[in-house]
């Protein structure tokens, strides 16, 4: 069966520090992965999407980019952290069929 | 562009009382209609889909209807429990026969049981 997995689990980083986050899928090929951020008590926003290695789209400019260098693997990466980048990292991943999509069990960021 | 509205976004209900959370969408190309559930400091969970070639669906106390002409899809939650306290999110997308398309989440409501 599939499984992903991110890490870290929580992170606390100062403003202006470099960050980079992790997602493996297991159990599955060439999926379609995401990455989605949620501020405290608000809804999903999908940061970045990717169909295959080395092929990312980005939904929303800012100061985040993200990297696909292997088949399951999926980076989530900043230069500079900004206080506005604190939040509940998610990455997803669907494939299929029935292209049902799953998220991991997220990376809680506090920038301080 | 593509839009899911959801509504309401807080509803509290009395325990074994059924609740029900609405959507409409905008992209009428739209085939694949998910519901998650997210419990408070965990990652949403895929609780029920649906799929443009059907009205309905259910499994157990969760129903799921679908109206393609008015674009809307409502959420069904029939003997609520405490445990059914959560934030559910609504989603649509194209992808029913491929991973292609992406998914767009409505903005959640927060279920409350009260006891």
């Known amino acids: 069966s599939q499984t992903i997995h991110q890490w870290p689990a929580t992170l606390v980083q100062p403003v202006g520090s470099p960050l980079s986050l992790e997602c493996t899928v297991e159990g599955t090929s060439n999926p379609n992965l995401y990455w989605y951020r949620q501020a405290a008590g608000r809804g999903l926003q999908l940061l970045f999407y990717s169909v295959g290695i080395g092929q990312i789209s980005s939904e929303v400019p800012q100061n985040l980019s993200a990297s696909r260098p292997q088949d399951r693997q999926f980076i989530l990466s900043s230069k500079k952290l900004l206080l506005s980048d604190s939040g509940f990292y998610l990455c997803a991943w669907r494939e299929g069929p029935p292209y049902e999509q799953y998220f991991g069990p997220g990376t809680r960021l506090t920038v301080t | 562009g593509e839009n899911v509205e959801q509504h309401p976004s807080t509803l509290s209900v009395q325990e074994g009382d059924s609740a029900v959370i609405k959507c409409t969408y905008s992209?009428?190309?739209?085939?694949?209609f998910p519901w998650y559930k997210q419990e408070l400091g965990k990652r949403p969970q895929l609780i029920i889909d649906?799929?443009?070639?059907?009205g309905e669906k259910k499994d157990q106390r969760i129903a799921v209807t679908l109206n393609k002409t008015a674009k809307h899809f409502s959420l069904h939650i029939t003997e609520t429990q405490p445990e059914d306290s959560a934030v559910y999110f609504c989603a649509a997308s194209r992808g029913e026969y491929s991973s292609a398309s992406k998914i767009i989440f409505g903005s959640g409501t927060r279920l409350s049981i009260r006891p």
């Open positions: 992209d009428s190309a739209s085939n694949y």
């Open positions: 649906i799929r443009s070639n059907v």
